[in-house]
């Protein structure tokens, strides 16, 4: 895992931003129209924030959010970001998420574009904290997950984009089927050898179903990307399969084991 910090702070420095988008915007509202349905809310933790844009927005619909992250670079962006634009209501925590020591608990620790960076295990360990230590009596996490069909159907794939130094890179990106990963190669087009690349693995939903036992947590639904509604497991539906794999993954709510529903 020693590629993670290294990789990430030098992905921030070349793209990052001190900014609310407006993808954190709709992603925002659609954590906060999901969240407002379920009950109350009010305390929040993200996991793996970056320059907290989207913990920046999702305050604007009242939550308190503490934000982890242990890239430096994107620390600085998220300090400049609460400073300029004077958010309040969230605390932007520099640390290791597998770590860091949090007061309290949460409603709703949630986790977007970045789970699956480690192996196995790491996941694990990572989903043993979020239902032994953080969630609140009554709450769940939300977590992005990546599905392989749509990186392997993107293999070879590539784009060119213009750095914040003004350089031209390009980002290609391959699938690893034997350990089911996808992995993202950064060059610079001037012919400087430099290249990063991050590997991130990839879950169907049985095998994240799989990887949650023993954790401390379990899967109460499974939400197709674009879908309002809860994926039915154990059952063939050709829309939701055909969203699912063309889609960057699913999103699983997790609860504590031994969680009664509400
Ligand atoms: C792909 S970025 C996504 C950032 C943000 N969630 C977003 O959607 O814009 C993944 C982030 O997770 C952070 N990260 C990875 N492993 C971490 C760890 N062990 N502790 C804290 N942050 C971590 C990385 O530094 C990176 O900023």
Wanted: glycine share 10%.
């Amino acid at each position: 895992m020693d590629w993670i910090k290294p990789h990430y702070t030098k992905q921030s420095e070349l793209v990052g931003v001190a900014e609310i988008r407006s993808s954190h915007e709709r992603i925002a509202q659609q954590l906060h129209d999901f969240i407002a349905g379920q009950g109350r809310a009010r305390r929040l933790l993200e996991l793996g924030a970056g320059a907290c844009g989207l913990a920046a927005a999702l305050t604007r619909h009242g939550y308190e959010v503490v934000a982890v992250e242990f890239n430096p670079h994107d620390i600085e962006l998220a300090r400049k970001l609460v400073g300029e634009h004077g958010v309040q209501g969230i605390d932007v925590v520099e640390a290791d998420f597998y770590e860091v020591e949090l007061e309290g608990r949460f409603d709703v620790v949630y986790y977007w574009d970045g789970f699956g960076v480690g192996e196995d295990a790491d996941q694990k360990r990572l989903l043993r904290r979020i239902g032994t230590e953080w969630l609140a009596d009554g709450g769940y996490a939300l977590i992005d997950v990546f599905s392989p069909w749509i990186w392997l159907k993107r293999t070879g794939s590539s784009y060119e984009f213009r750095a914040n130094d003004g350089t031209t890179w390009k980002r290609r990106v391959e699938f690893d089927a034997v350990n089911s990963r996808f992995v993202d190669f950064l060059s610079p087009l001037d012919g400087r050898p430099t290249q990063l690349s991050q590997t991130i693995r990839t879950y169907s939903v049985p095998e994240f179903l799989l990887l949650t036992e023993g954790t401390g947590t379990r899967v109460d639904a499974i939400f197709d990307p674009f879908g309002e509604a809860a994926v039915e497991l154990g059952r063939y539906d050709a829309e939701v399969s055909s969203r699912v794999a063309s889609s960057n993954g699913f999103v699983a709510k997790l609860v504590p084991e031994g969680s009664v529903d509400r």
